[in-house]
């Protein structure tokens, strides 16, 4: 039977921190004429390789890299609107040269809106980045404030937002206040035309390019000692040394402007800065002992190391719940392929040997090994954690609160797992215990007891749409 080459081919590399991604994108660039389109959000700023991880000119092996070091430290974050837009412009340029472009980067959202065309629906100001940069007073507002007035005209975003979560509430609010319809209106709209749009044309993918997806996977104890052992490394190289110019750089800026930095957005959220600031702020104050400044300093080293380690939990499950969902519904379970790390010393059979021979298939158009025969760990982790992503799922939206443990939980996996939970067993027994205690001799023996019923069986009740 005749084989067809994929006609525009991608390759994907994505993965947690610290497994060896831009590794791999080299090696791969190397073996099929290939060059890197950079998938990280901290690594679009200019300068500041330790903090943001960047990979060096000596590790690029002469591999023409993209989208590295783009913007200033005054600016912030591209949006993923202006992420994909750029990103698209460089896979044209690679593609006239004759080569093969090979995206890597731990920015998944990133990386899922780049592979599917209508990733960006699921914010309609995302696409309008004169939008970004035109911040409406009023959502510099205290979050408290913020969530009251998203409630007033969209209270089903209200209760999908924890009060915590201010950037969310913040989305939601701009979305109304510049579109003049509540978010969850529009975001209903899109996926009525989503539906509506694959039924017409038969086609769920959605995806912009035939596209080759490598999950670079290690093992936990693998690769907590490689994120610990890194960050002593990033120490080492001089990590300190640009904390110290960014606290430079945010102090000299406020004074001149007479602003504040807003530091929970852009480089200012890179893991490491904000780890180090009170070591930093002890430095500077020059009153503080070498010992103290010796605990202060492991103190930062270990904050950033947990810090780490969380983020690459993080990753990981965006892609077991968000991107392989969105994978797995674009019929692309066969072209995506997890390379499984089990030791760090088998590099080259464990990661380079496989995805190598995989890409060589792809790009010839012939049949490509089922994913799950690749390791154990491909055949566990390349089914999602979950059937569905929550995102998707407004009917599973809404606010929950349990009376017996008086918690609130804003989405209906939360809540189930909330139920199940220990604390909720043990407090839900409790509450039984006090219903079913006899009477003591001073006190009514009906008096509460009715109450507390009604609240054992609050905190069991199945909402609608549960699934």
Known sequence: MAVTPPLKPLVAIVGATGTGKSDLAVELARRFNGEVINGDAMQLYKGLPIITNKITPDEMRGVPHHLLGRIGLEEETWTVGKFVANALVVIDEIRSRGKLPILVGGTHYYTQSLLFKDALSEDPLLKNDDDQAERLPVLEEPTEVLLEKLREVDPVMADRWHPNERRKIQRSLEIYLKTGKAASQVYAEQQSKKELSKADSGDAAGLRFPTLLFWVNASKDVLTARLDSRVDKMVEKGLLSEVEMLHNFRTEYESRTGQDVDQT??????????????????????????????????????????????????????????????????????????????????????????????????????????????????????????????????????????????????????????????????????????????????????????????VFESSITTFPNEP
């Open 265 to 454: 957005r852009g480089i200012w959220v890179s893991i490491g800065y904000k780890e180090f600031m009170t070591y930093q702020t002890a430095l500077c104050e020059g009153s503080y002992s070498d010992v103290a400044l010796a605990k202060l300093k492991q103190a930062a080293i270990e904050k950033t190391q947990a810090a780490t380690r969380q983020y690459a939990k993080r990753q990981i499950r965006w892609i077991q719940i968000k991107l392989l969902n969105a994978l797995l519904a674009a019929g692309q379970g066969g072209n995506t392929f997890l390379i499984d790390l089990p030791d760090v010393s088998k590099w080259d059979v464990a990661a380079v040997q496989p995805s190598s021979n995989i890409t060589d298939k792809f790009l010839l158009g012939q049949s490509l090994p089922d994913p799950a025969t690749l390791s154990e760990a491909a055949r566990d982790m390349l089914n999602p954690r979950r059937d569905y992503d929550l995102s998707q799922r407004p009917d599973l939206w809404g606010k929950r609160v349990c009376e017996t443990c008086g918690t609130s939980y804003f989405n209906s996996n939360d809540w189930i797992l909330h139920l199940k939970s220990r604390l909720h067993r043990r407090a839900v027994g409790a509450n039984k215990k006090k219903v079913n205690a006899p009477p003591s001799k001073t006190e009514d023996p009906t008096a509460g007891r009715e109450d507390m019923v009604d």
